[in-house]
């Protein structure tokens, strides 16, 4: 046995004397720059292009199988300025003796300060589509795999590391008008190799001018490849940026990522767990100048199904948190969407920007033709299963609590049923049918809310304190929800209200009655009075045809008057016309109506027309005191005929006094 390890051990000194013996050889015989010119000379017959070795090139044989090449730089197709590629430092070593065992074991690959120059003329012409075209060329049929070249694939492979250093790539579109950098690039790993933890780390800048987009990025992490097991992960990798923006709605972008991932080829899925994503952009158009959100999860995907699943999910939102789970998957032709998700608050005016004081805001407009149709088109493909529930949904002063919703797709059909929330200390439950397969989505909702309070719910939604009470609202409405003219020349369905125990605010109609009749008696009419009118139920019904409301059965009960009303309210023209109809009641007495007495019982008709906005009051008292006085006119004169002799023994009996019948009124 010794005598054999001997015999081993002479062969093997014999070999390290050979490969000595060839090194130096080489050493002291070949001409580098024959080298360089031979291999420039060879890359110009190949490509047609020109390639400068200016810097020294140094081979080395061993214990390193290498080669370092200084600046280099290769030529530019005819036509374009500046060379195609360069690069200062090229440095690549092998050691010798670990090819015998079939390792691969090399050192620190370098590149240093490599620049990339791809342009496009005008013309639509490139500078890299010849180099494509002449490799095609002169492309060979793929040999069939030899058992040697077999072998050679199980080499275990071994870098000391990696280093690019100072890299470039532009890209300038004469045509398009547009130019992209990639710029100070810098990668480095260490220790590479197959089945071990490869700690890497990356960062790079980037210049876009369509969008304005420029700004940093980092990225690090330790990653693991084991070929033969088909898996690749990256542990503890992050991410960030940091980007500015010209002409765009946001200004500037930072982003943070974290988290391991690990990819199975055998089994193509991908499993992310967990990772954090945090973004914060800012800029003119985003509410209060500034935005957050994060999101926490983890991801599972099945690239065979393109099933993935965000389980558990948590998002971060200006203002709340929403957490539930999310999940997707491919059937067929369609795409299945299934959540479950809760926020504990969304505030809509932390996503929608205030429109600056002075500036007028965009007009919406219907998309309104086929390209709107064939976006809507890709909506049938969606199967969707969800259960929102929202804990507050602030809007302006606005505030809904306790919403639930379960939302289901199919076809295009998108229906919200059913949707509950309490509403200023009302219940609300509705349901919400949406057609999406035309150009416009079609609407169709019936809403049912009992016992909220009114009142409190306009003054908060349009800043208008014109009635409080309780209230229950029924309506059966469609629209076309495209541009806000659309919306209100299509709404169309039915509505029905009833208050009760509550107040309109604004207007006291006893007190405008009084006021009227002191300036037509021609006295000073008495000072005004708390301007509301309370009722103990108000109640009515509107048919509403492309937009125009019209109602005609208005009742108002209240301690000193009957009410009705009829009329119209032309929605897209923004105008309105309507009769409301006051009776004064006999219970007037002993609750400061004692002026009114005669008017008890008497239709006093008053007009709301104009602006909807700022509609004008006119009431008409001259009309109805003057039908007054000729109704009692009448009336006497009847009496007198009817029996003339009665009426001449006591005259008073058939018309009482008239002065008091017209006592105090001038009519002009």
Known sequence: MGRVLKIVAIICLVLILVVAGIVAYLSTTVDLDQVKQQLSERVEKTTGRELQILGALDLSIFPWLGVEIGETRFGNADGFSGDFASFKRAEARLRLMPLFSKQVEMSTLVLDGFELNLQTRKDGVNNWDDLTQAGSDKAAEPAEKTEEQGAAGALALFLEGIEVSSANISYQDAKAGTSYTLADFHFNATEVGLEKEVPFSLDFKVDLSDPQISGDHQLKGTAYLDPEAGLVKVQDMSYASNLKAKDLPVETIDLDLTANLAFNQKTMRLDVQPFNLKTKVTGEEIPNRSAELSVDSVLALDLNTMAAKLKPLTIGIPGGTIQGEFASAQKGEKQQIDFVLQADQIDVDRFVAPVPPGVAEKPQTGSGTSAGAQQNAGLTKLLVNGDLKIGKLIKDKLLVTDIAMLIKM?????????????????????????????????????????????????????????????????????????????????????????????????????????????????????????????????????????????????????????????????????????????????????????????????????????????PGWKLDLRSVLEEKVKSQAKEAVEKVLQDPKKALENPKEILKDPKELIKGFKFK
């Open 410 to 614: 199919r076809d295009g059909i998108l229906d919200v049923s059913p949707l509950t929330a309490k509403l200023y200390q009302g219940m609300v439950n509705n349901k919400i049918n949406v057609d999406l397969r035309g150009t416009d989505p079609k609407i169709k909702a019936q809403l049912n809310v009992k016992g909220f309070q009114v009142g409190d719910y306009l003054k908060a939604a349009m800043d208008k304190d014109v009635i409080k009470g309780a209230a229950d609202v029924n309506a059966d409405l469609s629209l076309t929800a495209a541009d806000e003219a659309t919306i209100m020349r299509s709404l169309n369905g039915n509505a029905a209200l009833k208050v009760g125990e509550g107040a309109l605010k604004g207007i006291n109609i006893p007190d405008m009655i009084r006021r009227a009749k002191a300036t037509l008696s021609g006295q000073a009419p008495p000072p005004a009075s708390d301007q509301t009118t309370d009722f103990t139920e108000l109640s009515g019904s509107a048919n509403i045809v492309n937009g125009v409301v019209s109602n005609n059965d208005l009742s108002m009960k209240s301690p000193l008057l009957r009410i009705g009303g009829n009329g119209q309210v032309d929605l897209p023209q923004e105008q309105v016309n309507y009769l409301v109809t006051a009776k004064l009641v006999a219970s007037l007495t002993g609750q400061g109506g004692d002026d009114l007495q005669d008017l008890v019982g008497v239709p006093i008709p008053i007009r709301v027309q104009g602006s909807l906005t700022d």
